[in-house]
Structure formats: structure tokens, C-alpha cells
């Protein structure tokens, strides 16, 4: 984990007398100081004073500020459909607040001019693929955070972003909770389903062939923490990367315990899929374990997002999904994740 260094000085408190006055002077005001450093792949930040106004440029921050009772001033979109890039899993969070100003990152970079007319006081970059460049001029702006160096670019796990947020804003402690609040279900799922223990787990898409996430990738980190192991020599076949193309040579790859699909069109993709003859000749096809996640729709969402927030709401649909597809019996019907 990436390490932060987190001081909060206490208040103090001085009553000033005046010499050879015999009223007393008012007490100075109770004085705080606030700081925090957190360390990333560009050096490190320090934050001198609590931050109000907070642009993300990360693509999944929000839900940690919001989780933490903070509503940013703008946040980046990645997914679209969602009025201030907020999704339902995270709405209630808002309130009556007024919704973040969207931006837009097309793949030329953050917007910086519209996030310099915002004034922000910190930005958060955490959940991004910041470049060197990029963080140089943010930081002429405002207080950046970068992705941490520990990970490859989008691979910072949803506790760190939880963490790093609440060190950045000062509700480490709080931030801690949340965590454990989402971990301790992951518990409570793994002990009501033993069978997920031992089993393998993949999950993919249909772009451009057969595209799978490796295991610095959230969306396998989601199946790890459900107990599922993934294939021993993902990571070999892929490289460093969260995600890469195999080709039909290293199908036996897909061959898992449980094999989860985020498809756009679910008729079209597993049609598409199984005219495939190496693909449908698979154990994991034959016995029914595939499971589809339809891109586009909230719970499609919420499996790319995966925040503390939004894990909540995965888990309550596709833990069944998973269940049904490693019970042993193939005439069980896994349904689809819409």
C-alpha cells in the first residue's frame, strides 16, 4: 500500500496579559494547523490546509469523498448517463447538494482550463494514467495527488482510494471504517459460500477478440476477494498491464471456475462467442458457467466502477449469479447481471 505520511498538529490555545494591566487581555483564538503528505508515482503531495473545494480527475473518487460526507466541485467522466458522473449506488450520498460540473478527458488529458476557472484547493488523481507532464501542470493549479507508484496506471485498489482520500481531506479514521464496513461483507459472503474457495475466476470482454483483466486489474481483485483464485499464469500471458488481447492459442485460460463476461449486447456476444469452436468446446461453456454483465446498465456499471459504495451493490446481484454458476449442476440457470 502506498505509504502516507499523516500529521495533524493539536490546537493550541495562548491567553495573552498585558504587563502592568490590570484587565486581561482577550484570548487569542484557538488556532489548528492541518497537513498531510501522501506519496505517489510524481514524488509527493503535501496538503497545508483542509481542502473545500476538490476536483477528481481519478475516475472513481467521488464516491470516496461523497462516502465521506464531501461533495467535490467537479468530477471526471468515464462512464457518462449519470448527472454529475455520480452513480445510483452513490446518489443518496449527494443529497440536496448541488451536482459536481462534469469534465471530460477524450484522451488528450484533463481539461486544465476549466479545472483552473474551478479554483480548486486539491485535486485527486488517484484512479488515472496521469502523465508526468500532466501532474506538472495540475500541480500549478493545485495540491495534486497522483496514482500511486506501487501499481500500474488504473490499478490502485478501491480500500487505498478510500484511504488516501480520507488522509488527503482529514477523516483518516472515518475512512478506515468505511473500508471495514465493505471488507467485513466480503467476509460474511466468503463464509456463506465456502464453495468460492479453491475456485478459479476470470472475467473479460469481447473487444477487439478475447480481452481479460489481469490481476492489478479492480475487476479481478473483486473476484480474489471473494475467494476465487485466478488462472496461475494470467499475469505471464497479459504482461504488466490490467488488461491485454489473448489469442485463441490461450483460450485454456478461460477455462475457469467461473467466467464473467461484460458484454455490450448479450445475444449478439454470446453468440458471437460460441461460434467459436475452441471457445465452445471449453469445460467452463459446456458445464454453464459463464456469467454475463450487460455493459451500459447500473449494475454494469457498478462492476467497473467498484468503489466503496458501489460494492455493496455488486455484491448483492452477482453473488447468486456466481453461485448458481459453481454449483456442479449445469442445468442451473445463471441469468443474466442487468
Given at each position: ?172 479514521a472515518k475512512a478506515d471504517a468505511l473500508v471495514k ?158
Open positions: 500500500m502506498t505509504r502516507v505520511l499523516y500529521a495533524l498538529a493539536a490546537m493550541t490555545l495562548a491567553l495573552v496579559t498585558g504587563c502592568g494591566s490590570a484587565m486581561p487581555q482577550a484570548p487569542v483564538a484557538a488556532a489548528s494547523a492541518f497537513s498531510a503528505t501522501l506519496n505517489h508515482k510524481y514524488g509527493s503531495t503535501t496538503i497545508t490546509a483542509k481542502p473545500k473545494r476538490i476536483v477528481t480527475v481519478g475516475l472513481v473518487e467521488q464516491d470516496a469523498l461523497l462516502a465521506l460526507g464531501i461533495v467535490p466541485v467537479a468530477t471526471t467522466e468515464w462512464l457518462g448517463g449519470y448527472p454529475g458522473a455520480i452513480g445510483p449506488w452513490a446518489k443518496p450520498k449527494l443529497g440536496s447538494a448541488a451536482v459536481p460540473q462534469v469534465l471530460k478527458d477524450t484522451g488528450s488529458g484533463p481539461q486544465m482550463e476549466k479545472i483552473a476557472a474551478l479554483r480548486p484547493d486539491l485535486i485527486l488523481a488517484l484512479y488515472s494514467g496521469l502523465t508526468q507532464e500532466q501532474y506538472t501542470t495540475l500541480s500549478k493549479i493545485a495540491p495534486t495527488v497522483a496514482q500511486p507508484k506501487e501499481h500500474i496506471d488504473y490499478g490502485i485498489s478501491w480500500q487505498e482510494v478510500t484511504n488516501q482520500v480520507g488522509v488527503a481531506v482529514g477523516e483518516p464496513q465493505v471488507e467485513d461483507r466480503f467476509a460474511a459472503v466468503r463464509k456463506e459460500h465456502p464453495e468460492f474457495a479453491g475456485q478459479t475466476g476470470l472475467m473479460g470482454t469481447v473487444y477487439e477478440g478475447y480481452f481479460v483483466f489481469g490481476s492489478q486489474d479492480p475487476r479481478s481483485r473483486l473476484l480474489t476477494s471473494l475467494g476465487f483464485k485466478l488462472p496461475a499464469d494470467l499475469d505471464q500471458a497479459i504482461g504488466d498491464k490490467f488488461g491485454a488481447n489473448i489469442s485463441r492459442e490461450r483460450l485454456d485460460l478461460l477455462d475457469t471456475g467461473a467466467l464473467l463476461w461484460s458484454v455490450t449486447d448479450p445475444d449478439k456476444d454470446k453468440a458471437t462467442l460460441r461460434a467459436d469452436t475452441v471457445y465452445k468446446g471449453l469445460k467452463v461453456v459446456k458445464e454453464g458457467r459463464e456469467v454475463f454483465v450487460q455493459d451500459g446498465t447500473d449494475f454494469g456499471n457498478s462492476v467497473s466502477f467498484l468503489t466503496v459504495l458501489s460494492l455493496p451493490y455488486v455484491l448483492d446481484t452477482l453473488v447468486p449469479r456466481l453461485a448458481a454458476a459453481v454449483d456442479g449442476n449445469p442445468a442451473t440457470e445463471v441469468g443474466l447481471t442487468s
